[in-house]
Structure formats: structure tokens, C-alpha cells
């Protein structure tokens, strides 16, 4: 017994060992210094990805890292690894560990000019990044889109369940309303659809006005969001859970009766103008302005009324005030995330925004982590890469998935990144001083 | 004046299967202030575990040339189900509830749904897509009472669900692990202290209500003879939903919540056009909550926080 836990102890001790033999040498790395590698790797894969491929065996740059070439085919999992290594792994790591020193030069000159300027910079260079790294195939371009869109579902979500601490159901509700309430401005405006009449107005114009749209069907998302809101005054937890769930079912419902918007048959035609620069420069705003507001005042207003509701009101907390602006605003960023998700996909039906989107939003809240930015954006990503990659798996994939998440729930039951606290400036911070401190 | 009574007779055998799943999600919400989420999935297992058990009867009755009558079949059926599924609700709580008794409740609602995914998906992987047909234990037959047509099918099944709900309530009143229950839903952090077993209590209520879904689920498929891996969902979450109006923890509730979603969908359905079922359903019972937020015969509770 006790050589067992000896040679356990002796396993951590070289694990631990290994780990920091590992990442010892980046410890200096900014973040702009992994974005020059990201940046190195995604140019590589663009100019001779598909040569390196074929030299290795593969018929084709793989979609997602080869996850799926290797559970369809798992004699190419050497050459997925290989090709993996030589375009990803080995070019981020080279770069970042031979431009740690000027980029964290680069990186103190530009947060001692202007922190703003940084920030843009940085965030540019990620857009840079991806639409290289989308520019392969199609294939990526739509699952990049899809994730970011579910980044802003997560993090809304995460405003009502998370910070605030209620078990609201309604979200596929919400983001039905903003498909919705986006789709027919859209394609009611700008498209001739045999629902919903010829345009009314030229088409160039609608690009131009496809903000209008998305805010129009945040603004709608919100509204319907005041029937569950004003319960919450009185009753929480479970009895706010079933009203929240009634209320999703209810838009679900109203929307199969809906004919003006093609009823069970679903809303098509949506025009084609969520592309990747769009969908990038919502989800940034996005996790801008809720990350802003879960760290004002009301944010922490939000933290005080999971944590006692009384206690939050003897210490004039106004309540009322912080669930309705809690609910109404993370209806309104579901709301815009639905009409930029039914753009993408240029299709809603009621059919999708039923138990099953219920389950997949909640799954990338609670697995990323509850009250934190970071936990959301890992949660949409992981789960959505997962969901893609697992995708040869076939109905394999949802035995897969939720097993994942029991195991996470069961060692962290509150997600891997959970109550954290998203500041990017800091992020983006020199790791080292041009003089060489720390 | 027909109709209306014919209305009834179909909403009691729907609202008895929704009891019946309530009372599963009532006394384990009653007793450790969680919801089973994979409950409704329960209900799928116990239907798939009562055809395997008919069908391996039927085919042992035809080779011994063992001449049983129908009802008895059933009753064999039922019973057996009930046994086996409360296995099923027993590995579900040592799974996903006995580790997290501790951690947010919203994290064991998020286990409790992933168990319900992949008991479907399992049920999907392993015996494929192909839909099963219940065999039919008892031959229909029609009754017409002044007009309404009742089957000897309908009678059964709202029988059987009332003398579960009695044998149930019988339970938790007289018995000693029955009190034992109570206690704990009275109050489960100092019961405990007393020398009350909490896993097993826990363990006990999981395996009485997969019992009680497992019987719905023989039930159901005795009136629409058709399995699918996907037929819990729907039910459950309206079972639940049920479970919610009846009030926190009351069995007396749930069972009374049930039917009167049965009351409410079948009269919904038969005024209105059957799509906005839905619709009208939930929206009366968001009313309801506005004006009851404890659920019918649930005690007013101050919010108390677990996370």
C-alpha cells in the first residue's frame, strides 16, 4: 500500500516536473508573442498546408486539426500528429520562444503609449489570425462563425445564471425572439421571400442596416424577457426555472403558429451578410460591454444577489431593479447573438430552439465555468470543437459529450474556469520589462 | 355534455401518467431539494425494460405451453419493470447526486441532464433507430356508457395509477423507512445527525421513483403500443412541470398537479387547434405560478441558497 502511493507521489513529482520542464521556457511569452507563432502557423498552413499534406498522406489540409481524419480513419492518426506538430505546434512554440523579447518590447512600448491602442492591435491581429486560418475552407469559416456566436449565447447566459445565480431555462426563448425579430426585418426589408412579399428596399442599403436588425431583435428578445423577469421579483430557483422553461416552450409554440413567419416550416433566405468580419466584431463588443457590466457596480450588484437576497437588500442593494436589468440584458445580447446565429445558418425553424439548444447552452455555461468570462469563452469553444471534431463518432458523440461534462462536474462542480475575473488590458500586459524584470 | 365526458375519460389516463412521473420528481426534490433531471429518461428505460420483460414471458409462456391470462402478464410485467428500473434510478443517484450532494444545484441539474442524453443515446447505440411495438398483453375491449366510449385499457391504467399513489402514500405514512423519508425532507442536514442513513434515504426515493416511471412507462405503452428512445422528453419535462405546480416535495400535490395538466392539455386540445396545446398549457400555469409561486400545495419557503 504504501510503495503504491509512493510510486504515485513519485509519478505527480515527475509530472509536476515535466510540467514546468515544459513550460518553463514561456513563461516570458506575452500574449502578442503567441499571437505572432498563431500568426507564423496559419500563413504556413496557407502557402504549403496542402503540399505537407500530401507529403504526409492526408488527401487534404485537415478541417479541425484532424480529429476527424483520425477517428475515420485511424492509420492517418501518425500523419495527423505529424502534421499537426509541423504546422501548429512546432511554429507557435519556435516563434513565441524566439520573439519573446521583442514582443515584450513591442508590447510595453504600446501599453506605456496608449492602452486603447493595445488593445485594438492586439484584437486585430486575433481577427488577422483567424481569418487566415479560416481562409482554407468553407467548412472552418461556418464552425468559427457558429462558435463565435455561441461565445456571446454562453456569455449572456452566463450573466443570468452565473452572476446572478438563477436557473433560467429561457435562453433558446430569447434567441429565438432575436432570429426572429432579425430575420423578418431583414428578409422582410431587403428580400424578395414568397412569406413575406417582395423588398421593400434595395438590397445594398440592408447591409448598412443589418446592425439596426440585430439590435432591433436584441431589443425584442429583451422585451419578452420582462415576462420572466417580473416573476423573479417573488419566486427563485426552482419555481423561476419552471416559469423560465414555460416561457420557452410558449415561444417555441407561438413561433409553430406563426404563419406570417412560415410556421413549423421555418424562416429561410436570410441574406448573406454575417460574415466572419461581422460575427468577430459583435462577439468582441459583446464580451466588451458584458464583461464591463458584470465588473460595474450592477455586476457585482448581480454577485450580492446570488450570495443573499436579503442580505443584498439590508445593504441597499435594489433588488428588483438588478434582476430586471440582469435578465433584460442578457435577453438582449441572446437576442442579437439569434439574429447573427440565423444569418449564419440563413434558416430558423422553431424546431431548433427547443430542449436540445436548452441542453447545449447550459452544457457550455456550467462546463467553462459559472461568474466568469474566460469559463464562457473555453466553454462555446471546447464544446463546440468537441461537437464538430466528434463528429465521425456519429450518435457516439452524445455518449462522449455528457460524459465529459459529468466527469467535469464532478471534479469542479462549478466548471473549469469559474469565478474569475476578465481583465484584458492586463492580459495583454509585457510579461518582462525591456531591462529584464519580471 | 358526450363530449365533455369523453374529454374527461382521455384526461384522466393522460394526467395518470403524469402523476406518476411527478411523484418520482416531487419526493427526490422533497428529499434532497434536487431535481432528477434524467427522470423523464427513466420513464424511456422502464417502458423499453417492461417490453423486453412481456416479450421474454410471452416467448417462456410459449414454450412451457403455459396458458397465463393476459392481465396477469401485465401484472408480472409491471411489477418487474418496477424492480428493475429502481436499479436504474439507484446507479443514477450514486452517479450523478451522491458526489455533488454537496456543490451547487445547478451542477447536479447539469449531471442529471447529461445522464438523460446518454441514457437516450445509449438506448440509440445500442438497439438502433428501429421503433418496438408493444405486445398486447390484454385483447381491447369497448365499453359505452351512456354515450362515452371508455376502454378496458383506460379503466386499467387509471386503476393501476391510483393503487400505486395509495400504495405509495401507504408507504411513506406507515412505514418506518417512510418516516425515515419525511424526516429527511423535513430537514436534511440535522436528520442525519440522528442516525437517519442519508445515502440510503436518497437511494430509496431515486428507486421509488424510477419505479413509479417505470410502471407509467409499461402503462403508456399499453395505451400507444410504439417505443422511441425519445419519448421521455417530452414527458418528463411536462412531468415535471407538474411536479412544480403541485407545490415543493408534496406527494399529494404532484398527483393532483398531474391531472390537472392531463385536464388542462386535453381540454386545450379539444377547443383550440391541437398546435397551440402548448402554448395555452404553459401559459395558464405561469399564471398559476405568478399567483402561487410555491406551487399549489406547496409551504411558502423563504428563499434559502445553496450555491
Known sequence: MAAISETISTNRERLSQLKTMVSEPFVMVPILGWFFGALVAVLLEQFIGLSLARAVGLARIPALFGVVIALEKPVLIPSVILYDLLIYVLPI?????????????????????????????????????????????????????????????????????????????S???????????ASVFTVGLFVNDNILGSALLPETLGRFMFPIGLILGGVIASLGAILVAIPSFNTRGDYLAIISLAFMFMVKSLFENLEVVGGPRGLGGQPDWAGLPTVFIWTILGVWIMNNFVRSTLGKALNAVRDGETAADAMTVNTRRTKFTAFLFGAFWAGVAGGLFAHVIRYVNPGTFGL????????MVYFGGLNSVQGSIVGALSINLLGEALRPLDIYKWLVIPLLLIVVMITRPTGLLSFTEFDFTKTIKPKQNPEGEV | MEFFLQMVVNALQLGSFYALIALGYSMVYGVLLLFNFAHGDVFMVGAYIGFFIATALLALFAFTSLVLPGWLVLVLTILAAMFVTSFVGITIERIGYRPLRNAPRASAAITGLMIGIILETGNLALLGAERFAFPSLIETATYQIGGVLITNKKIMIVLVALLLMLALHQFVQRTKW?????????????????????????????????GLAAAAGVLFSLAYPVLDPYMGITFGWKAFVAAILGGRGSILGAAIAGFMLGFIEIFVAAFFPSTLRDLIAYSIILVILVFRPHGLFGEAYTAQLRL
Open chain 1, 93 to 169: 512554440a519556435l516563434v513565441a520562444r524566439l520573439t519573446a523579447s521583442p514582443s515584450n518590447w513591442v508590447a510595453d512600448r504600446l501599453f506605456n503609449f496608449r492602452s486603447w491602442v493595445s488593445v485594438l492591435l492586439h484584437i486585430a491581429l486575433m481577427y488577422l489570425i483567424l481569418h487566415i486560418w479560416t481562409d482554407v475552407s468553407d467548412y472552418r469559416l461556418l464552425v468559427a462563425r457558429l462558435i463565435l456566436v455561441a461565445v456571446i449565447i454562453t456569455l449572456s447566459l452566463n450573466v443570468i445564471n452565473g452572476y446572478m445565480g438563477e436557473f433560467s431555462c
Open chain 1, 171 to 181: 435562453h433558446p426563448g430569447f434567441i429565438a425572439l432575436g432570429a426572429y425579430g
Open chain 1, 356 to 363: 436540445q439548444m436548452l441542453a447545449e447552452v447550459l452544457a
Open chain 2, 178 to 210: 417512510g418516516m425515515a423519508m419525511r424526516a429527511t425532507a423535513y430537514d436534511f442536514v440535522v436528520v442525519p445527525l440522528m442516525g437517519v442513513p442519508l445515502n440510503n434515504i436518497a437511494a430509496l426515493t431515486f428507486a421509488l421513483g424510477a
